[in-house]
């Protein structure tokens, strides 16, 4: 068995894991060490109920960026335990963007023809409150054997029109070197396969993780493309900027993808700060902001769409186009992420177009192209 952020564990022992080990036996993980926290005792009853239902874990590094004065805390709110994630609502789904159905074999997911999901693991460095994948999370076991990931290997070389491998989860980067030095062997084996993409939460809620031994696990033949999860610009760290550092001297692509979180960055100060501070600071391309999905007890966290495309309409206006996010909402039905807009198409009548400007004003364009 392969075991994730245990640190018992003999093979993670290494003197340049014992930052990061440290990081998690301090910090929460369990409902029990919710205890440790400042919290009034009517707020750590509701929290150990909410964490009862969904799986609890912080890492000491994200729990120290907390004011634990400021109830509203955009920290706080996305990891702490709350009672409205008991209240959910109708229409809410255990599987938000249908991973189960588009599953041929276990812990694949084949959505769109040229890339696959892999669920490397099930376990997060951090357990987000939000987290469209949190029933999966809370129902699959600690560890997983290598066998149990050889059916989703044997489907990628059977399948050449797959050209691309996200490694997902849980999150990938909560596994030992040797364990994804393995995974990313057996991938860059497929001769097919061109792009290795890891989504991670690993450089925001810990970010001693990432050592140069991690580095190397996942250096290769394949392009590398590290996908962050960056939600707000208290994240932002110096200990996140050398974690972000040393992925892009590794030679990997970075990029970021946020949710829209009503009490955490939803307006646009707060967005903006964040794309500006993940480009400018950070190296990191704004790539996604995700409408909230479908995820059970998250209605109190959901903005609408009509507010999402206010939102990234001003950005658009502030920020550069490097620094702006894609507004996307994943299908509930497996239909993929689609562009929310916001559209500046008025009208069109034939060749001429009515398009609004950055500035508000509409203008007319003409159509000019050769014959066909």
């Given at each position: 068995?392969?075991?994730?952020?245990?640190?018992?564990?003999?093979?993670?022992?290494?003197?340049?894991?014992?930052?990061?080990?440290?990081?998690?036996?301090?910090?929460?993980?369990?409902?029990?060490?919710?205890?440790?926290?400042?919290?009034?005792?009517?707020?750590?009853?509701?929290?150990?109920?909410?964490?009862?239902?969904?799986?609890?874990?912080?890492?000491?590094?994200?729990?120290?960026?907390?004011?634990?004065?400021?109830?509203?805390?955009?920290?706080?709110?996305?990891?702490?335990?709350?009672?409205?994630?008991?209240?959910?609502?109708?229409?809410?789904?255990?599987d938000p963007i249908a991973d189960h159905a588009f599953s041929p074999v276990p812990?694949?997911?084949?959505?769109?023809?040229?890339?696959?999901?892999?669920?490397?693991?099930?376990?997060?460095?951090?357990?987000?409150?939000?987290?469209?994948?949190?029933?999966?999370?809370?129902?699959?076991?600690?560890?997983?054997?290598?066998?149990?990931?050889?059916?989703?290997?044997?489907?990628?070389?059977?399948?050449?029109?797959?050209?691309?491998?996200?490694?997902?989860?849980?999150?990938?980067?909560?596994?030992?070197?040797?364990?994804?030095?393995?995974?990313?062997?057996?991938?860059?084996?497929?001769?097919?396969?061109?792009?290795?993409?890891?989504?991670?939460?690993?450089?925001?809620?810990?970010?001693?993780?990432?050592?140069?031994?991690?580095?190397?696990?996942?250096?290769?033949?394949?392009?590398?493309?590290?996908?962050?999860?960056?939600?707000?610009?208290?994240?932002?760290?110096?200990?996140?900027?050398?974690?972000?550092?040393?992925?892009?001297?590794?030679?990997?692509?970075?990029?970021?993808?946020?949710?829209?979180?009503?009490?955490?960055?939803?307006?646009?100060?707060?967005?903006?700060?964040?794309?500006?501070?993940?480009?400018?600071?950070?190296?990191?391309?704004?790539?996604?902001?995700?409408?909230?999905?479908?995820?059970?007890?998250?209605?109190?966290?959901?903005?609408?769409?009509?507010?999402?495309?206010?939102?990234?309409?001003?950005?658009?206006?502030?920020?550069?186009?490097?620094?702006?996010?894609?507004?996307?909402?994943?299908?509930?039905?497996?239909?993929?992420?689609?562009?929310?807009?916001?559209?500046?198409?008025?009208?069109?009548?034939?060749?001429?177009?009515?398009?609004?400007?950055?500035?508000?004003?509409?203008?007319?364009?003409?159509?000019?192209?050769?014959?066909?």
């Amino acid at each position: 068995m392969i075991s994730h952020l245990d640190t018992t564990d003999a093979g993670m022992a290494a003197d340049d894991d014992a930052a990061w080990q440290g990081d998690v036996r301090a910090g929460v993980r369990q409902v029990r060490d919710l205890d440790s926290l400042p919290l009034s005792a009517a707020e750590r009853a509701a929290a150990q109920a909410a964490a009862t239902r969904h799986k609890v874990r912080i890492p000491k590094a994200y729990l120290d960026l907390i004011d634990w004065s400021d109830p509203a805390d955009p920290i706080r709110l996305q990891v702490i335990p709350s009672p409205e994630e008991l209240d959910e609502q109708e229409g809410e789904l255990d599987d938000p963007i249908a991973d189960h159905a588009f599953s041929p074999v276990p812990r694949l997911t084949h959505r769109h023809a040229d890339r696959v999901l892999l669920f490397a693991t099930y376990q997060c460095a951090v357990y987000c409150r939000f987290c469209f994948r949190k029933e999966s999370l809370t129902s699959i076991g600690r560890g997983f054997s290598r066998e149990a990931l050889e059916p989703a290997f044997a489907y990628i070389e059977a399948h050449p029109e797959i050209r691309e491998v996200i490694l997902t989860g849980g999150d990938p980067l909560s596994l030992p070197d040797k364990a994804l030095a393995e995974i990313r062997a057996r991938i860059e084996a497929v001769a097919h396969v061109r792009l290795l993409r890891i989504h991670t939460r690993v450089p925001v809620a810990l970010p001693s993780r990432v050592t140069s031994g991690l580095v190397r696990s996942l250096q290769g033949r394949l392009m590398v493309t590290v996908v962050t999860h960056f939600n707000h610009a208290r994240e932002i760290t110096p200990a996140t900027e050398e974690s972000c550092r040393a992925l892009r001297q590794g030679g990997f692509v970075l990029l970021n993808q946020s949710v829209l979180l009503k009490g955490v960055n939803d307006t646009v100060e707060a967005l903006e700060e964040l794309c500006r501070e993940l480009m400018y600071r950070l190296g990191v391309k704004p790539y996604y902001l995700h409408h909230g999905d479908l995820a059970r007890g998250m209605a109190h966290r959901r903005t609408t769409i009509a507010e999402g495309r206010a939102l990234v309409s001003a950005l658009r206006a502030r920020l550069s186009g490097i620094c702006n996010p894609v507004y996307v909402l994943d299908l509930p039905d497996g239909g993929g992420k689609v562009p929310l807009g916001p559209s500046y198409v008025e009208a069109q009548n034939g060749e001429t177009w009515r398009i609004r400007g950055q500035d508000g004003e509409v203008r007319a364009y003409r159509e000019l192209v050769g014959d066909p």
